[in-house]
């Protein structure tokens, strides 16, 4: 630490204590800045060369944690590279499916009309054992009930029942149900108003003491959580 306190995060022969609980801090740093800017997709929609991404992100990031002699500069540099050319694959897979279909794969079926595709699941070094653990996921034991199992191309397995295996629906009993409404809106947090969230949906602190005084509550401070569904009906619930 002699050159400085950022001399640590330079090429150094041997780091103090100090010196790698700073090289900590800045690996989680450049961790949270190149996760928080990666496309958004959920936990099951990552494809093949996401993952390879990943890879070599925590082994880049990492590095500078086992081994003094790796300066970050190197690091900020190469971590640079590769985000930037996961962006511009990612980009390009949205804009041209041609080269999303090279890049990504395809999905391959595995059954239709009941029956296991052995070809496909051969090239697919996709065994049964598998494919019985996704049905038995999808409530769907008996591969005769199935009409198509197509393998995804992030790993997943899609089932479709066939038509006489299927959950009957509200409308083919002509039952009324009401529309999908929005997320619900926290109004108070831990005893604490949130007010923005009041200005948004049009209403004030006078309204929500209102209604919380309707059910006997007097002190919001009281209250852990209230709020209004997607409904527009209020609600509330007190900690245990």
């Known amino acids: 630490m002699e050159n ?16 790698y609980l700073l090289r ?9 800045l190149a996760s928080r800017f990666l496309p958004r997709r959920s936990g099951g929609q990552f494809s093949s060369y996401d ?24 690091v900020l540099v190469s971590v640079a590279t590769i985000y930037i050319w ?30 296991v595709i052995k070809e496909n ?19 769907a034991p008996n591969i005769a009930e199935v009409e198509a199992a197509v393998l995804e191309t992030n790993g997943s397995v899609s089932i479709l029942k066939k038509s006489d295996f299927q959950p009957v629906t509200p409308k083919e009993l002509q039952i009324y149900t009401q529309e999908a409404a929005l997320p619900s809106v926290v109004l108070i947090n831990d005893g604490r108003i949130i007010e923005e969230n009041l200005r948004k949906v049009n209403l004030d602190e006078y309204w929500l003491r209102g209604q919380l005084e309707k059910f006997g509550v007097f002190k919001p401070e009281s209250i852990y959580l209230a709020g209004l569904d997607g409904s527009g009906q209020f609600f509330y619930s007190t900690s245990l």
């Open 24 to 32: 900590v801090i800045g690996v989680a740093v450049l961790l949270y």
């Open 51 to 74: 993952f390879a991404f990943f890879w070599m992100m925590g082994g880049l990031v990492a590095a500078p944690l086992f081994d003094s002699k790796i300066s970050f500069a190197y």
């Open 86 to 115: 996961h962006y511009f694959i990612s980009y390009i897979m949205v804009k041209n499916r041609t080269m999303a279909r090279i890049i990504g794969g395809t999905a391959i079926p595995l059954v239709l009309g009941g029956k």
């Open 4 to 19: 400085g306190v950022f001399s640590v995060f330079s090429s150094v022969e041997k780091l103090s204590s100090a010196g």
């Open 121 to 139: 699941m051969r090239k697919a070094l996709f065994p049964l054992e598998m494919l019985f653990s996704q049905l038995r996921q999808a409530d």
